[in-house]
């Protein structure tokens, strides 16, 4: 098990021990038997090897010589002694054959436990300690100690002599450990010092308001703080998402940072970055205004992805169907641009690289969005129109004549009188200019009634009853509340009387025709 040489390395030499696996040094003993064999009669009675009880001077007779007896021995053992002929009371025979085997066993009462058997294997304080903590291989040994045919006599405890090798491999063996368990606790210092600056510590910041380097940074829509703060930091605009957070948090606005494409600088501070996204400044998105055509939203997507006029139509009019448009939006007879009213006035984050299609795509769907939050298929039913197609045909229009928000719900209210089939004003005619200039492609508020009557376009409202084949722009939010809450004053007539910002309203034709005096005669 311990391999080739056994437990001590090397051969037992001469009789087992009973002490252990090598054999017991002890000092020489000094032989008393020399100095009394001349005196005695051959028998020693003991005294020969007794080295603890005093000696007692021979007696001699009348002329000199020796009695051949001697005084009574006071530490001699009795005859009835149960320890007669014991180790250490009486003579004994030598059961080793050397002087290195005294002195004898001690009394069984007196004897110490017998220690484990020696070896020159030493574990260690521990008695498990690895061979790498002792500076030896693997199993055990030291691998240049050179010692194992050495005498065991020669190898004593705390006497060998590759101890000091020993002890400076185990001082390495535990610098080694002392260095792990540095590191270790270096990297919990670290990480706790980290936890800590992340909990209670300042965020990273940068100070400043930019390094002069602009970049384009989009985000998208619904992004709270956090998805904020990690699109700046990917572009390097500001150190630290908390930081932003911060920020914007201490901001009494930060709230309306919103989605769109802004131009920031690198290495802005927090607070300087949330500034400046609140300022009109940095935004540098694409602005859909309210009642745009899409002809015009068109040009403008072209404009800002750097494509050729005319790309963005043609994608339009060939892939609309693909575009994302609700069902009730599909197959209408008629309709010059089934997109027309789908491309929400908001603010998107269009950049260069993008395709058109994704672009629209965006358009469509925030619109489509808005008419079902406010629940379009319901209320169009209610308001006496043939579904939410028709709702936001109306809504159109609302936004198209309207000079200000504050004519939308008239303007609404006028719109569904005349579609009325009692109503016996205009007998179900809109009559808007608004509608014969989308036709147009135009926006003349002087047409002539000649031009007007010879058109028979479906969008043309002053020869066709009822609404037009469908929406004629994009209505913006205040516009779409209009046309789902009109007025109920009974307006049935408009007239933008200074031809520009304000609009009348009359009840007769009577009415009607004074205030179109009052704008003839502005």
Not at 123 to 140: L, R, T, V
Not at 176 to 201: C, M
Not at 267 to 291: C, D, T, W, Y
Not at 461 to 467: I, V
Request: with cysteine.
């Amino acid at each position: 098990m311990y391999g080739d040489d056994g437990w001590g390395g090397q051969q037992a030499q001469g009789p087992q021990s009973p002490y252990g696996g090598q054999p017991q040094h002890h000092p020489q003993q000094p032989q008393t038997h020399a100095r009394y064999g001349d005196w005695g009669t051959g028998e020693q009675h003991g005294y020969d090897q007794q080295q603890y009880a005093p000696q007692q001077p021979p007696q001699y007779d009348q002329n000199g010589w020796p009695t051949g007896s001697y005084p009574q021995d006071p530490y001699a053992v009795g005859p009835t002694d149960p320890y007669a002929q014991q180790a250490g009371y009486g003579e004994q025979p030598d059961y080793y054959g050397s002087p290195e085997a005294y002195p004898p066993p001690e009394p069984p009462g007196r004897r110490r436990a017998e220690p484990e058997p020696e070896t020159d294997w030493d574990p260690g304080p521990d008695q498990g300690e690895h061979a790498f903590f002792s500076g030896g291989d693997d199993d055990g040994r030291n691998e240049d100690d050179g010692r194992d045919d050495e005498p065991a006599d020669r190898r004593g405890r705390g006497e060998r002599r590759g101890g000091k090798e020993k002890k400076r491999r185990s001082g390495l063996a535990c610098l080694v450990v002392v260095v792990v368990l540095g590191g270790g606790l270096a990297g919990v210092g670290y990480f706790g010092y980290q936890f800590y600056q992340d909990r209670f510590g300042s965020a990273p910041d940068f100070a400043g308001s930019g390094n002069g380097e602009q970049v384009t940074v989009t985000i998208p829509k619904g992004s709270g703080g956090y998805a904020i703060g990690q699109e700046l930091k990917k572009a390097g605009v500001i150190k630290s998402v908390d930081a932003f957070v911060a920020a914007q948090a201490s901001n009494p606005e930060g709230k309306n940072i919103q989605d769109g494409v802004y131009t920031l600088q690198k290495e802005m501070s927090a607070a300087s970055a949330v500034e400046l996204m609140l300022s009109p400044k940095s935004r540098n998105n694409l602005i859909i205004a309210e009642g745009w055509r899409n002809a015009r939203v068109y040009e403008a997507i072209d404009k800002r992805l750097g494509l050729e006029e005319g790309t963005t139509a043609e994608v339009a009019e060939t892939k609309w169907k693909t575009l994302g448009l609700p069902d009730w939006a599909v197959n209408h007879d008629d309709v010059k641009d089934p997109l027309e009213g789908f491309l929400y006035p908001s603010s998107y984050a269009v950049a260069k690289g993008q395709k058109p299609e994704a672009v629209l795509k965006q358009m469509v769907a925030r619109a489509t969005e808005t008419y079902t939050e406010l629940n379009f298929e319901e209320k169009a039913e209610s308001l006496g129109l043939e579904g939410p197609w028709e709702l936001v045909t109306v809504a159109s229009l609302v936004q198209a004549e309207g000079k200000t928000h504050d004519d939308f719900r008239k303007m609404s209210e006028v719109v569904y009188n005349r579609l009325k089939t009692s109503n016996t004003e205009t007998y179900q005619l809109l009559q808007f200019d608004s509608t014969f200039n989308y036709l147009k492609g135009e926006s003349n508020i002087d047409i002539s009634e000649s031009e007007i009557n010879s058109n028979k376009d479906p969008y043309n409202t002053y020869t066709n009853k009822g609404l037009p084949p469908g929406p004629i722009g994009n209505p913006g939010e205040d516009a779409l509340q209009a046309a789902l809450n009109p007025t109920s004053d009974g307006w049935i007539y408009f007239v933008a009387t200074d031809g520009v910002n304000k609009t009348e309203f009359a009840r007769t034709h009577s009415e009607f025709l004074k205030l179109k005096d009052k704008f003839n005669a502005s």
